[in-house]
């Protein structure tokens, strides 16, 4: 072969690859529409959507009380995690020494390494019994999975806030300094505002973390379907909903329509989630 | 006002607080794990059948998915990588390429999960460890992509001009100029994709099977170490003489193998970008 | 008697890079003192030295004395923010923050505890004043200073500066990123700042040097090669190594 064939056969090979990623996005569009579009028609649109019952056998599929405890979990957790990821961010661009940064990195990283399952091992055995008996039962309740998240969506907001705070000029900092700003006058006068964007960014990548975290809330939430009167309530998400169902749910049944569906409701959240961050972090 | 001072204590204070408590609660759910699971580990319980109770299929299931799944996403994502660093025009579908692989990345893994139940599940006929592996091939795609691509676009644009100036066609550089000094980078993409397969359950929950044999056949079904975790800790004891608590010990002992395989991934990510950045890029930054 | 601001015997590392060597030297108030001398001679760094520039880096280490009102300045009871507030600088980027010129002027005196509007304004008209650059600027105060040249945006930091009412202002070659006439002006601003600042500018601009400065110091390699009054020192340097450089010799 010329090295001119060589190169054209190289170039659509390439072409080819990228081609096959871009169909897997299409592709998981197409499937979870193909198959949950028909538990909007099956059930109509607004009966699914605000509707508050879940009947396998009679088939009447509304996802109410899931998208609320989404939401709740999801609130909850992100109100607590923001200022405090935010906070450890700020630490380690601003105060930490390199020794100490190289301690703390790695913990960090490792944080974000840990497989949900394991938070959800750990929330089960030591959180639940300890919410039990400690506030009110059964345990299993929506402040569990708010707390199971706060720790899980930790390393993203800290990681990419951190790396919005780290993009700040050091001539801003300089500048502040140089006119006798303490550490915290700098910080917050001029890196956060600075940063401002980026750090929003973050903290709604993490909400997006948490509304599609699967497993873990599965393990602590306690997965009633109904709308929780309180934190210490039972609850149940669009995600653990599909995690408990999918494996009995029959192929082509309207049950696995209406679990499709929620992955479609599911997924517009995150779309807007994510969207609203790369639009922020200036990804795109 | 308070002194600015004053302030700056306070708030240095109080970031140290914070920054200790986030760090100990990391510590806490690890050794919480260890005190909880390490009577488990033994060598039946890690090496036996399974069948006996052990985890030798787990342990097998997961070695093979991962390398299937790596058959599947190294050629295709390090292929995109090239594609998007070296070759793609600066155009709107080049764009839209891009965008779809960070969107990817963002999909909650439970949708993957969906995914492959809808597709490679009906596709095949049935649960197995190859419709368990194009799943996690799905899943971990884009992270392929973007650490290959991230590694590629390093490499200095002088290196390039340097064997094209000697007359070499684009893929003689890509190949023996580009591909040769990001390897570094792309392992380190092998590595995360790896351990996205040990790490995640949601996408293989009914897709991979749950055999308790060792696999054998791509078309086998089996289960995970992650897998196994998650039904030691939700399923009664089916078994005479197992207590439950007995399955939350082994779970636990579980999770220390989970991070043990972690932190090993997460070590040699450091040693390869450590190496990487020592030899190779002195020169050429 | 001693000047407000010496260095005695100062040696700086970064790491293991001896960037600064025993360097002795003494200011003259209310004059303006220029610092000369080849990149990389470690002018910047002796004078980064005097607002405590250098802590933010984390791999330096100092050694000696940089005595300002009779305290040592590295000393465990100096408050380097409260020096900085004494001893303004302007860097060689002109580095605005991302803010209004209004809020830029003003951050230095708020960060201060000054709160009172009427107080504030005062001193951002009379900093833009002494800066020279409130005629151009003073229907435009909310604009941001990042749409300012770059000569206007350096007067706003020189402005910023001014505000904090420091007495001495160090100034890191702080025309090396402007044309002509903006440096021309910064020029002028500087000699009428003289009468009441110290004033202390790094410049590898030879004829800046000796247009505006009052005594030249040359530095080479870390080292204070050679020091005088200007006249003296371009007129009949006695160093040989100065005299080249003045002459252009060097690169």
Same mark, same amino acid.
């Given at each position: 072969m010329s090295k001119k064939n060589i190169e054209i056969t190289v170039r659509c090979l390439l072409f080819l690859c990228s081609i096959i990623s871009l169909m897997i996005l299409v592709g998981i569009g197409y499937f979870l529409f193909k198959n949950g579009f028909s538990a909007f028609i099956e059930n109509g649109l607004g009966n699914f959507i605000f509707g508050k019952t879940w009947n396998i056998s009679k088939n009447v599929y509304g996802v109410y009380p899931l998208i609320l405890g989404s939401l709740f979990v999801t609130t909850g957790s992100i109100i607590v995690s923001a200022p405090i990821g935010i906070s450890v961010a700020i630490f380690m661009t601003d105060i930490a020494t390199s020794d100490i940064k190289k301690i703390i990195g790695p913990c960090i990283e490792l944080m974000a390494g840990i497989p949900s399952i394991v938070f959800g091992l750990v929330g089960m055995i030591f959180l639940v019994p300890l919410i039990r008996e400690n506030?009110? $039962? $059964? *345990?299993?309740s929506l402040i569990a999975a708010i707390i199971v998240l706060i720790v899980m969506t930790m390393p993203t907001i800290i990681t990419l806030s951190e790396d919005s705070l780290r993009s700040v000029p050091r001539q801003y900092k300089e500048a502040s300094y140089a006119l006798g700003a303490t550490k915290w006058q700098t910080v917050w006068n001029v890196t956060l505002p600075a940063a401002k964007s980026g750090i929003i960014g973050a903290v709604i990548l993490g909400m997006g973390r948490a509304i599609g975290e699967a497993m873990a809330v599965y393990m602590v939430i *306690?997965?009633?379907f109904k709308i929780p009167n309180s934190l210490f309530d039972p609850s149940r998400t669009l995600t653990s909903n599909i995690v408990g169902q999918i494996e009995e749910a029959a192929l082509n049944s309207q049950h696995m329509h209406a679990l499709f569906a929620c992955g479609i409701i599911l997924l517009i959240f995150v779309f807007l989630f994510n969207g609203i961050s790369f639009k922020m972090r200036k990804v795109v | 006002m308070i002194k600015p001072q004053i302030a700056q204590k306070i708030s240095s204070v109080l970031l140290w607080t914070i920054t200790l408590l986030v760090v100990s609660s990391m510590l806490f759910i690890i050794v919480y794990t260890v005190l909880h699971g390490w009577?488990?580990?033994n060598m039946h319980f890690v090496f036996g059948s399974t069948i006996t109770g052990g985890l030798m299929a787990p342990i097998l299931g997961t070695l093979y998915l991962i390398l299937l799944t790596l058959l599947f996403i190294f050629p295709l994502g390090v292929g995109t990588a090239i594609y998007l660093s070296e070759?793609? $025009?600066?155009n709107k579908f080049t764009k839209f390429t891009k965008f779809a692989l960070k969107s990817l990345a963002g999909i909650p893994s439970i949708i993957y999960g969906l995914f492959g139940v809808a597709f490679f599940v009906v596709f095949i006929g049935h649960t197995c460890i190859l419709a368990g592996a194009l799943t996690m091939a799905c899943l971990s795609l884009p992270y392929m992509v973007t650490s290959a691509e991230e590694a590629l676009i390093g490499v200095p644009k002088t290196w390039r001009e340097a064997s094209y100036a000697l007359g070499a066609t684009k893929w003689e550089t890509t190949w023996k100029i580009v591909i040769p000094a990001a390897l570094p980078g792309i392992m380190t993409g092998v590595i995360l994709c790896a351990g996205r397969v040990v790490a995640e359950t949601a996408p293989l929950l009914a897709t991979v099977g749950f055999s308790p044999f060792n696999p054998v056949s791509p078309l086998d079904g089996a289960r995970t170490l992650a897998l196994e975790l998650f039904y030691l800790a939700t399923e009664a004891p089916?078994?005479?003489?197992?207590t439950r608590q007995d399955l939350i010990t082994q779970a636990m002992g579980v999770a220390i193998i989970l991070f043990i395989i972690i932190i090993l991934m997460n070590m040699s990510v450091r040693w390869i970008g450590k190496k990487y950045s020592n030899e190779q890029y002195k020169i050429g930054r | 008697m001693k000047d407000k601001l010496y260095s005695k015997d100062l040696s700086l590392w970064y790491g293991k890079k001896q960037?600064? #060597?025993n360097v002795d030297f003494s200011f003259k108030d209310k004059s303006i003192t220029a610092f000369i001398g080849p990149?990389?001679?470690g002018k910047s760094t002796y004078l980064r030295c005097f607002n405590r520039m250098?802590? +933010?880096?984390?791999t330096v280490n100092i050694e000696g004395e940089v005595v300002y009102n009779g305290i040592d300045?590295?000393? #465990?009871?100096?408050d380097p923010v409260e020096i900085r507030k004494k001893i303004g600088m302007v860097f060689q980027q002109p580095n605005p923050l991302p803010k209004s010129i209004y809020e830029n002027v003003a951050y230095g005196p708020k960060i201060a505890g000054i709160k009172k509007k009427k107080t504030l304004n005062d001193i951002v008209e009379k900093s833009l004043r002494k800066a020279a650059i409130w005629n151009e600027v003073k229907d435009e105060l #909310? #604009?941001?200073? +990042?749409? +300012?040249?770059g000569g206007q945006q350096q007067r706003i930091c020189l402005a910023r500066t001014l505000a904090i009412e420091p007495e001495i202002i160090l100034m890191?070659? $702080?025309?090396?990123? +402007?044309d002509p006439i903006a440096t021309a002006k910064i020029e002028q601003t500087m000699l009428d700042l003289k009468k009441d600042y110290t004033i202390v500018i790094v410049t590898h601009n030879i004829q800046q040097a000796a247009r505006i400065s009052d005594q030249t110091a040359f530095m080479l390699l870390g080292e204070l090669v050679e020091h005088g009054t200007t006249k003296e020192m371009f007129e009949k340097p006695i160093n040989t190594e100065t005299s080249d450089y003045i002459n252009g010799r060097y690169g």
């Open positions: 506030f009110s $039962p $059964p *345990g299993y *306690g997965n009633a | 009577r488990s580990l070759y793609a $025009p600066e089916s078994t005479g003489g197992i | 960037a600064l #060597k990149s990389g001679c250098n802590d +933010l880096i984390a300045i590295n000393g #465990k009871d100096a #909310k #604009k941001s200073a +990042l749409a +300012l040249s890191d070659e $702080p025309c090396s990123a +402007l």
